[in-house]
């Protein structure tokens, strides 16, 4: 394989978290990173992958960060009532500014498998409501 599909939850990016929860289980491979941040652990993750060649698509996988998925969590539109559309746009922001300049990120998946949950039902492109259109809110994520 040459490429890696890298997941991220909008917590990570905007939960302001400065741990890792379970640090001494989750990074019993890289003590080094046990005191850092989520997102530092992250950007660590990604020039240990850039660095040795691979390539790397970041995921927008889930909001929260917890197991994903179920019909029942919430989380099957890009946007959810912890994390609203704009927040979402908001973390997109971000991370795409923060590795627009490593070449072996090639790309970005904007969000994993969007779904029906409690807040609507998925559409494309003037097929339903302005809020659960899947095509607007991509093309406005830039």
């Not at 698509?57 to 994390?83: K, M, Q």
């Amino acid at each position: 394989f040459n490429c890696v599909r890298l997941p991220f939850s909008l917590e990570l990016v905007l939960g302001n978290k400065s741990f890792v929860p379970r640090a001494s289980q989750s990074l019993a491979a890289n003590p080094e990173l046990a005191q850092e941040t989520p997102l530092a652990v992250f950007d660590a993750t990604v020039a240990a992958l850039t660095a040795t060649g691979l390539l790397v698509v970041i995921n927008n996988h889930i909001s929260r960060a917890e197991w994903c998925c179920s019909p029942f969590d919430g989380e099957g539109l890009w946007y959810t009532e912890r994390y609203p559309e704009e927040t979402f746009f908001e973390a997109l922001g971000f991370m795409a500014s923060r590795y627009k300049h490593d070449m072996r990120v090639i790309g970005f998946d904007l969000r994993n498998e969007i779904r029906s949950s409690y807040l609507g039902w998925p559409h494309w492109a003037g097929e339903g409501e302005s809020k659960t259109d899947w095509a607007r809110a991509a093309l406005a994520a830039g």
